[in-house]
């Protein structure tokens, strides 16, 4: 008997289901363009920046110091990442005898699942924790760190713990929505992990960041009452000014905005105000951080984030269906491999849209403050107590530069000087 099957019309339902997944995906594509032509745009103007010799503002023996400190500090992180993605590339080896190890302790695949991200977390953690002590060494080699081993072991528990719920948490979610959900598990975890980006942001200050450091409130009412007046200028409102107790750590100094809403808040290190840097130098950086706010850089962050998580999520998905499926737990440390690999590869990417945004954190910095010769002076101090690179190679810039390179931001203080200063001759 001959069965009639009516292959016209299978042939046209089947083109019509192509053809609406290739509109879906140029329609995601387009959005995702429009989005990142619109995180993209800063409101610095173009600059004739002019290429500076670095002898020109830090003294040679500086410079040589800080090139013997930052040649081995430079080959410790390069070191790190290289046995983090070998110890990866085994854990993904051994993974399924890791996970039916854990199976029997774990009693149902999200619960081993859990178990499996924890064990890699912290194979990652043990086995880059060697190099992290010689690193440790490095710092109060050349005066960088005041911290003793104890307390260093101490933070770097309390560090891998975070992650360590940090990751299980990730993989209880993926793991349960992909028995629940099948296939489709990745259109409902992208969302989830992009919702979680935001608490992360609004909760961190509350709750990570006072494992680490206690906070007060910055004591000096004239340097508060300057901040304050600058926010208005940058036409942001201050809430919080807090100090961070970083001088049992470190001897550099810093700044940070961090927090959402209610949370945020502007952190000067304590290693900022001993005496180091001048009043006008700490108005430039509180103009720099609170720049950071009026131009909504935590917001435009997490928006890049979204961007760059969902088709991280994606090729999570991809690489583990080629093996059955993320409902297999032996399957984990594939997906954090994958994860981790995709992060190295945008890490670029990342950095080039910090620098970027630092860049214009800088800017308005200048124009609230119009006080280039500060700012300038800034640069250099900051340069010299962390023993930065003035002007890095541009292998180390283009992969690990968060931030301009101190040469790149006096120059921009330069170009500023140079369009605020009126022609000869002129009325």
């Known amino acids: 008997m001959e069965i009639p099957v009516n292959v016209g019309d299978d042939g046209h339902s089947h083109g019509r289901r192509t053809l609406a997944k290739r509109a879906g995906l140029l329609a995601l594509a387009a959005v995702w363009v429009v989005s990142g032509f619109f995180l993209w745009r800063t409101s610095v103007p173009r600059l004739d920046i002019p290429h500076l010799d670095p002898r020109d503002y830090f003294d040679a023996a500086e410079l040589s110091r800080a090139d013997d400190y930052r040649r081995v500090s430079r080959a410790l992180l390069l070191g790190s990442l290289v046995v983090q993605l070998v110890v990866m590339g085994l854990l993904v080896w051994k993974a399924r005898p890791l996970a039916d190890a854990l199976g029997g302790i774990g009693r149902g695949r999200v619960r081993t699942g859990i178990l499996v991200s924890i064990a890699v977390a912290l194979a990652l953690w043990l086995t880059t924790l060697p190099l992290g002590a010689v690193s440790l060494w490095w710092r109060r080699r050349y005066g960088l760190s005041t911290q003793a081993a104890a307390g260093w072991l101490r933070d770097q528990a309390v560090a891998v713990g975070v992650e360590c719920l940090l990751v299980a948490a990730a993989a209880a979610v993926t793991l349960g929505l992909a028995a629940w959900l099948s296939r489709s598990w990745w259109l409902a975890a992208a969302p989830l992990f992009v919702l979680a ?63 959402l809403g209610p949370t945020k808040r502007v952190v000067f290190y304590d290693t900022m105000l001993d005496g180091r840097f001048t009043p006008p130098e700490l108005e430039s950086v509180a103009a720099h951080e609170l720049g950071h706010v009026a131009r909504s850089h935590i917001w435009k962050g997490l928006g890049w984030f979204a ?7 994606l090729l999570v998905w991809w690489f583990t269906e080629r093996r059955g499926g993320l409902p297999d737990p032996g399957l984990v440390p594939l997906a954090i491999a994958v994860a981790l690999v995709y992060s190295l590869l945008v890490m670029p990417f990342g950095n080039l849209v910090s620098r ?5 954190a800088d800017w308005m910095a200048l124009t609230a403050t119009n006080d280039p010769e500060s700012f300038i002076r800034l640069e250099q101090r900051l340069t010299t107590t962390s023993l930065g690179d003035p002007d890095p190679p541009d292998w180390s810039n283009l992969i690990f530069g968060t931030h301009p390179t101190p040469m790149r931001r006096i120059g921009m203080a330069v170009a500023f000087r140079t369009l605020a200063s009126p022609a000869p001759g002129g009325s």
Request: charged residues 20%; negative net charge.
């Open 197 to 259: 980006g935001v608490v992360y942001f609004v909760a961190q200050p509350l709750v990570v960041q006072p494992l680490f450091n206690t906070f007060h409130p910055l004591a000096d009412q004239r340097l508060t009452a300057e901040i304050k007046e600058l926010g208005a200028k940058e036409g942001v409102t201050v809430d919080k000014v807090l100090v961070a107790d970083a001088s049992r750590r470190t001897t550099t100094a810093n700044a940070y905005v961090s927090g």
């Open 307 to 313: 961007l760059l998580a969902i088709p991280g999520v």
């Open 356 to 360: 970027r945004y630092e860049a214009e």
